[in-house]
Nanobody, 114 residues
Framework: VQLQACGGGLVQPGGSLRLSCAAS????????MGWYRQAPGKQRELVAR???????HYADSVKGRFTISRDNAKNTVYLQMNSLKPEDAAVYYCNTFPSASNYWGQGTLVTVSS
């Protein structure tokens, strides 16, 4: 299984980024997917995910700013991040929900700084 996240980079506060995560080795459409992040010195946290009925759930810290979406035909999950704040800086990962310990990829680094 490979979950390859990309789309990170350096953005100014208030800016936007769109992350993508391409999955291989799983029947993607069967899985509930989520985005996670880990900032330096902090534990990895769940940022956004789908529920089993296709609804979405967001951490309070990103609600109203981030949007998770997926394209099952492309085996890809996305995270649109708007109004970015310095505290959003982290390595972002996608994984199933609940997360599978052996599915973590390298993630993509998001830096928010002026």
């Amino acid at each position: 299984v490979q979950l390859q996240a990309c789309g990170g980079g350096l953005v100014q506060p208030g800016g936007s980024l769109r992350l993508s995560c391409a999955a291989s080795g799983i029947i993607f459409r069967l899985y509930v997917m989520g985005w996670y992040r880990q900032a330096p010195g902090k534990q990895r946290e769940l940022v956004a995910r789908f529920t089993s009925n296709g609804s979405t759930h967001y951490a309070d810290s990103v609600k109203g700013r981030f949007t998770i979406s997926r394209d099952n035909a492309k085996n890809t999950v996305y995270l649109q991040m708007n109004s970015l704040k310095p505290e959003d800086a982290a390595v972002y990962y996608c994984n199933t929900f609940p997360s599978a310990s052996n599915y973590w990829g390298q993630g993509t680094l998001v830096t928010v700084s002026s």
